[in-house]
Every structure is written in structure tokens, then in C-alpha cells.
Nanobody
Framework: QVQLVESGGGLVQAGGSLRLSCAASGRTLSSYAMGWFRQAPGKEREFVASITWSGSSTYYSNSVKGRFTISRDNAKNTVYLQMNSLKPEDTAVYYC?????????????????WGQGTLVTVSS
């Protein structure tokens, strides 16, 4: 298990951009696929995007394709989510987690407990 801390959330107007960061504490993330999930008010946690350990492959939910970009810097032990053209329906608490494979990220088979996340609020 590795501790992960999300940051970068905030209040932004529709059409704006934010970049979220997920920093690992202690152990390296280089051996794991990484993914972002989000939970909107009154809804279940849902998949957003994931990336392989090498960064060579990525996957996105249909709702964020073309707007969000996931990336990673293994040397800095950090994963990012660049969020462009934000919509009010993107409002949620965003979480990151580690996975044994890209397939595991799609099914939510996490390797760590969920952290506190970072809140993204998009105003209309």
C-alpha cells in the first residue's frame, strides 16, 4: 500500500481548465497503472481516466474524451489530470489510485484505500 495525496482542485468557471496532481508518499509509483475516479454529489464513484505504468497507453471515459488528459512523471512519483473545457457536470470530488493493470483500473480493483480526494467545482 502507498499513500496518495490529491491536489489542484478548486472553483472554476465553465469552459475553464484545472490540472490535478496525485503525489505518492514514500514508495515509487513506477510499477503500477494509475487512474482517476470522481464522485459527484448524490452519485456513486465513477471511472474517469487511467494510464499504464510506462505512460504508453491511456483510457478515458466517454464523458471526458477530448477534454481531459492523464499523464505521469515517474521520476517525480506524480500523476496528473489536465482538465480542459470544464462543464458543470464535471463537478465532483476527484480521487486517484493505483492498479495492477489498466484492466483493473476499469473495474475499480484498487491496490490502496481511497484518500480524501480534491474537490472540483465548475460554475455555469
Amino acid at each position: 500500500q502507498v499513500q496518495l495525496v490529491e491536489s489542484g482542485g478548486g472553483l472554476v468557471q465553465a469552459g475553464g481548465s484545472l490540472r490535478l496532481s496525485c503525489a505518492a508518499s514514500g514508495r515509487t509509483l513506477s510499477s503500477y497503472a494509475m487512474g482517476w475516479f470522481r464522485q459527484a454529489p448524490g452519485k456513486e464513484r465513477e471511472f474517469v481516466a487511467s494510464i499504464t505504468w510506462s505512460g504508453s497507453s491511456t483510457y478515458y471515459s466517454n464523458s471526458v474524451k477530448g477534454r481531459f488528459t492523464i499523464s505521469r512523471d515517474n521520476a517525480k512519483n506524480t500523476v496528473y489530470l489536465q482538465m480542459n473545457s470544464l462543464k458543470p457536470e464535471d463537478t465532483a470530488v476527484y480521487y486517484c489510485n493505483a492498479f495492477a493493470s489498466l484492466r483493473d483500473s476499469l473495474t475499480g480493483n484498487v491496490l490502496n484505500t481511497w484518500g480524501q480526494g480534491t474537490l472540483v467545482t465548475v460554475s455555469s
